[in-house]
């Protein structure tokens, strides 16, 4: 198992996003963390990084408590609001992030031109768009090619045919047997997924291969199937 | 490794920003130079201010600086992901600690050497005692500037802390009455600010020819409540948060 999330409770403020949340990742393969918006997919992300005060509960990343530092140069995470400095140019801030990891200008450069920000290296952040911000940050999580990949919604906001890329590039690395996590609230990219984890208020709706949910919600629409689950949890409740 | 890359990513942005360099390097020249003019035939006066001036103003540059760029890594979410990274809480403080002092160093040197060569600035003690001095100072805005960072919100909020940290110090650090003609409860608020000692610092510089056990004793001061700083701002700097 590379995540193992069990029993996890957070409160954020008075409000309980995690309540008793338990959920396994397996070994490789891209695994799409589906729900609303506030349905808890950031928290449970911060959480499996280990940066969220958790309440009560474990999260275990690849055998170890998962923010202990064994994990620190394992796996890389992307904020849902680009978290790259402003100040400093893309190869810039690539290069940084590679050397927290002790690697050079070369990783750094890949990971550039993984996310098609070749053209772009040389400019500030700061005059970037919205969507090459998002992918310049991208960068700076794939720069240590981790072994467990934390991609808090990466594909907002970017055009269709680099949005195929970036999906066509979270695959190659699953095939090389990374572990990737990519939550979304598009539900067509659920498709392109090994497993998905539907949440939504905090709770599991469904887990299983994209085929597998929309057979057991009898639909071949995602967003129908997703509705038809919950309306079905509502009903045995 | 960690850290020369910390101080290198630091100082890399500082050299984006040539309005601030501007600032940091200007600005202090440019207010001793209206003190010369403020005290125009009274040299002694303009020595004595001067002098306190060279401590004080890294101190106040280098504290909104730091203040408002720690507040930055806070807000903007690349703390909470260098906290996923193999990064040290000790890295990113001594970092910001080692990447501002560099620049205040030039800061210091520049006003320093104006105020001594231009506008004929005068101190029995050398030039560089009152450089090591300034800069002590201006670490010390640093330390400050990383743990008020914590307890600010908002930009907005940040440089509010500037009047609140700055003023009671420079009131109270002996420039505008001597230390010994305080009333007690003053003076011993003002026994408790560090600025009071580098302030000190500096005059025995301005009346002494050779570094005196005085000096030293209040540069420990100084260096000693910057490690308190430090070690209150690295309590601040949590890698899990609500």
């Keep these: 198992m590379s995540i193992e999330v069990r029993d996890l409770v957070v409160r954020r403020g008075r409000r309980t996003v995690l309540d008793g949340f338990s959920c396994v990742i397996p070994q490789g393969g891209v695994t799409g963390l589906l729900g609303p918006s506030g349905s808890g997919k950031t928290t449970l992300m911060r959480a499996i990084v280990g ?26 995470y992307l904020t849902q609001a680009p978290s790259v400095y402003a100040d400093l140019t893309v190869a810039e801030n690539a290069r940084y992030f590679a050397s927290l990891h002790r690697l050079g200008g070369r990783a750094a450069d890949e990971a550039i031109e993984a996310v098609g920000l070749g053209a772009a290296r040389r400019q ?47 695959r190659r690395l699953a095939a090389d047997g990374a572990t990737v996590l990519v939550s979304s609230h598009v539900m067509d990219e659920a498709n392109r997924c090994d497993r998905l984890l539907l949440i939504r208020e905090g709770a599991v709706i469904a887990d299983g291969a994209p ?16 509705l038809t689950l919950i309306r079905r949890r509502e009903v045995a409740a | 490794m960690i850290l020369a890359s910390t101080i ?40 004595r201010v001067a002098l306190t001036m060279l401590g004080v103003f890294p101190f106040i540059v280098m504290f909104l600086i730091t203040s408002i760029a720690m507040l ?51 101190t029995a003690g050398s030039i560089g005692l009152v450089i090591l001095i300034a800069v002590a ?43 010994v003609d305080m009333a007690g409860w003053l003076r011993a608020i003002s026994d408790v600010l560090p600025m009071s000692y580098s302030v000190e610092a500096l005059t025995e510089v301005g009346v002494h020819p050779e570094p005196t056990g005085i000096m030293w004793r209040d540069l420990a001061v100084v260096v000693g409540a910057i490690v308190v700083a430090l070690i209150l701002g690295a309590a601040t700097l949590r890698r899990r948060t609500a």
């Design chain 1, 51 to 76: 940066v969220q005060v958790v309440a009560s509960g474990t999260v275990t990343v690849l055998g170890h408590p998962a923010g202990s530092s064994p994990l620190r140069s394992r796996i890389g």
């Design chain 1, 124 to 170: 500030l952040v700061s005059q970037l768009s919205g969507g090459q911000r998002s992918r310049a940050s991208l960068a700076c999580a794939l720069v240590s090619c981790p072994e467990v990949l934390v991609l808090d919604e990466p594909t907002v906001g970017q055009d269709p045919v680099l949005r195929d890329e970036l999906w066509d590039h979270f």
């Design chain 1, 211 to 226: 085929a597998a949910v929309k057979r057991s919600a009898g639909t071949e629409d995602l967003d129908q199937a997703f």
């Design chain 2, 8 to 47: 290198c990513r630091i100082l890399t942005q500082l050299r984006h920003d040539p309005r601030t360099i501007a600032m940091i390097i200007v600005v202090p020249t440019v207010l001793i130079t209206l003190i010369y003019f403020m005290y125009e035939g009274q040299p002694h006066v303009f020595d």
């Design chain 2, 72 to 122: 930055r890594e806070r807000t903007t979410g690349t703390l909470e992901r260098l906290f996923t990274t193999p990064v040290g809480r000790l890295d990113l403080l001594f970092g910001y600690g080692i990447a501002f002092g560099l620049a205040a160093a030039a800061q210091a040197a520049v006003a320093a050497g104006f105020s001594y060569g231009v506008l004929g600035m005068r």
């Design chain 2, 137 to 179: 100072n201006a670490v010390l805005g640093v330390a400050l500037g990383l743990l008020c960072s914590a307890f600010a919100r908002t930009e907005f909020q940040a440089v509010q802390f500037m009047p609140l940290v700055v003023a009671p110090q420079l009131l109270l650090c002996g420039l505008f009455v001597p230390r």
